[in-house]
């Protein structure tokens, strides 16, 4: 059964950065994209960037030149490099992963989520 966890959240200062990895428990086929979401009290999760399996990438404009994703295909690893993070960056960061099986059916996992806590 296919796992995703989160991890490298933290409390950080304005300006600082974090570095986010989310780990698979297992190889997972059939890959589409993969992509970092966030979520705040009281708001709506929302994508903050994402990768697709031939490596284009797409970044909410909020996070665009301060965030990178990027994946270890051999460790089943994905990351989120961010930079000069803003009080508004604070909230819980979900790895996803969606694809389709040899079966042609459509999968979507999610991770636990890791806090990240921007705060002077």
């Known amino acids: 059964q296919v796992q995703l966890v989160e991890s490298g959240g933290g409390l950080v200062q304005p300006g600082g950065s974090l570095r986010l990895s989310c780990a698979a428990s297992?190889?997972?086929?059939?890959?589409?994209?993969m992509g970092w979401y966030r979520q705040a009290p009281g708001k709506p999760r929302e994508l903050v960037a994402a990768i697709t399996s031939d490596s284009v990438t797409n970044y909410a404009d909020s996070v665009k030149g301060r965030f990178t994703i990027s994946r270890d295909s051999a460790k089943n690893t994905l990351y989120l490099q961010a930079n000069s993070l803003k009080p508004e960056d604070t909230a819980v960061y979900y790895c996803?992963?969606?694809?389709?099986?040899?079966?042609?059916?459509?999968?979507?996992?999610w991770g636990q989520g890791t806090q990240v806590t921007v705060s002077s």
């Open positions: 297992g190889s997972i086929f059939g890959i589409s994209v």
């Open positions: 996803n992963v969606a694809g389709r099986t040899l079966a042609r059916v459509s999968y979507n996992y």
